[in-house]
């Protein structure tokens, strides 16, 4: 499989492909914080005092005060007892499931969680069973062969990010055990979703002490790497020989830094989320009174299955004609299905969003 051709970001809406400009609804980044001069300052100067790396794991000598601000950071922001800072979000995931190694007796995901949740889940040390897709009642059925389990562990994205759809964690919670604990990977919920951006959970109006948030920097808060939100038990796991933690370097300091000053824009700046929410609504009451497929989530993801080839490509020419990159995409990468994916941002005009509205209602 050979990688797409590549696209240069122009502006905060704008790539380069292939000699054209067009205007781009690809990628997670729904604030464009990562082209933000904040954001670039704060990693700017971090890299020019300690470098670009620490050249260490957290475990040795590459703990810097920029992850542990950060980390109590994160404390605040999410309302979580703990948080611990990981390089990479794909990698947050996986640390946990070393770290939750022998903690459970069964563990339930949904088939179309995100690979990476798939892959953690193999670290866990016990039975792993699938469930329907955001499908609570038959979570149910399948808890209920498992009558023996006492140490049940829930593992679902909050919000799946090729569709946009949103997981319905609090149906899902109602139909676990009392202890059950639940494992939200929060990657595109995190910083968009809840009256206060805390994730899916809150969205949801679902909160507990038995709920681990596993997020990512890349998408929302438009920097990189990740971190584990929960329970001290996890932390302690985590920090007690983990080999994601001991093994990998810590995340780059300018990068905290970067991160840092993404949750601070987004404090200070409620007005980014509004404008995020109110694009949201406005495409997608477009779209469907022109009779699309599209939900009514608050989710700023658009999602229309590719139809057959001949007419994938028909509006595949038809967005390039109209300046508009086409984010036809297969993912997770094992799945058989495409689709055209669009991601709204806050800094989308609507002059750019009725564009994409008209373009894709065209007959």
């Known amino acids: 499989m050979s990688l797409p051709t590549a696209i240069q970001p122009d502006d905060a809406t704008h790539v380069c492909y292939r000699g054209k400009r067009l205007i781009y609804f690809g990628g997670c980044d729904y604030y464009r914080l990562a082209h933000h001069p904040k954001l670039l300052k704060a990693h700017a100067q971090a890299a020019a005092r300690d470098g670009l790396g620490t050249g260490a794991s957290r475990m040795t000598?590459?703990?810097?005060?920029?992850?542990?601000?950060?980390?109590?950071?994160?404390?605040?922001?999410?309302?979580?007892?703990?948080?611990?800072?990981?390089?990479?979000?794909?990698?947050?995931?996986?640390?946990?499931?070393?770290?939750?190694?022998?903690?459970?007796?069964?563990?339930?995901?949904?088939?179309?969680?995100?690979?990476?949740?798939?892959?953690?889940?193999?670290?866990?040390?016990?039975?792993?069973?699938?469930?329907?897709?955001?499908?609570?009642?038959?979570?149910?059925?399948?808890?209920?062969?498992?009558?023996?389990?006492?140490?049940?562990?829930?593992?679902?994205?909050?919000?799946?990010?090729?569709?946009?759809?949103?997981?319905?964690?609090?149906?899902?919670?109602?139909?676990?055990?009392?202890?059950?604990?639940l494992w939200i990977d929060d990657a595109h919920g995190a910083g968009v979703l809840g009256d206060?951006?805390?994730?899916?959970?809150?969205?949801?109006?679902?909160?507990?002490?038995?709920?681990?948030?596993?997020?990512?920097?890349?998408?929302?808060?438009?920097?990189f790497g990740g971190a584990i939100l929960g329970p001290r038990w996890m932390r302690g796991s985590l920090l007690n020989g983990n080999h994601v933690v001991t093994g990998s370097s810590s995340l780059p300091v300018g990068l905290a830094r970067a991160t840092q000053a993404s949750f601070q824009l987004l404090r200070k700046r409620?007005?980014?989320?509004?404008?995020?929410?109110?694009?949201?609504v406005f495409v997608k009451d477009k779209l469907r009174a022109a009779g699309l497929?599209?939900?009514?989530?608050?989710?700023?993801?658009?999602?229309?299955?590719?139809?057959a080839k001949k007419a994938a490509m028909a509006?595949?020419?038809?967005?390039?004609?109209?300046?508009?990159?086409?984010?036809?995409?297969?993912?997770?990468?094992?799945?058989?299905?495409?689709?055209?994916?669009?991601?709204?941002?806050s800094e989308h005009s609507r002059e750019q969003l009725m564009h994409l509205v008209e373009t894709l209602s065209a007959k």
């Open 196 to 223: 206060r951006l805390r994730g899916t959970a809150e969205h949801c109006g679902f909160s507990g002490r038995r709920v681990i948030q596993s997020i990512t920097f890349s998408k929302a808060f438009g920097s």
């Open 315 to 345: 509006l595949r020419r038809r967005l390039l004609a109209n300046g508009i990159y086409p984010s036809c995409i297969r993912y997770p990468a094992d799945t058989e299905e495409d689709c055209f994916r669009f991601a709204l941002s």
């Open 270 to 280: 409620p007005t980014l989320a509004k404008q995020l929410r109110r694009n949201t």
């Open 61 to 181: 000598t590459g703990n810097h005060p920029a992850h542990d601000e950060l980390e109590a950071s994160l404390v605040k922001f999410f309302d979580c007892e703990t948080a611990t800072v990981i390089g990479d979000g794909y990698l947050a995931n996986i640390a946990l499931g070393q770290a939750a190694n022998g903690r459970f007796d069964a563990v339930f995901i949904d088939e179309k969680a995100h690979m990476s949740l798939r892959d953690a889940a193999q670290f866990l040390g016990c039975p792993v069973m699938r469930y329907s897709h955001c499908n609570a009642d038959d979570l149910a059925r399948r808890l209920s062969r498992r009558r023996e389990a006492k140490r049940v562990l829930l593992m679902t994205d909050g919000v799946f990010g090729a569709t946009g759809r949103i997981a319905p964690v609090g149906d899902l919670a109602k139909r676990l055990p009392r202890l059950a604990t």
């Open 293 to 307: 497929p599209v939900d009514n989530s608050l989710f700023p993801v658009i999602s229309l299955e590719c139809p």
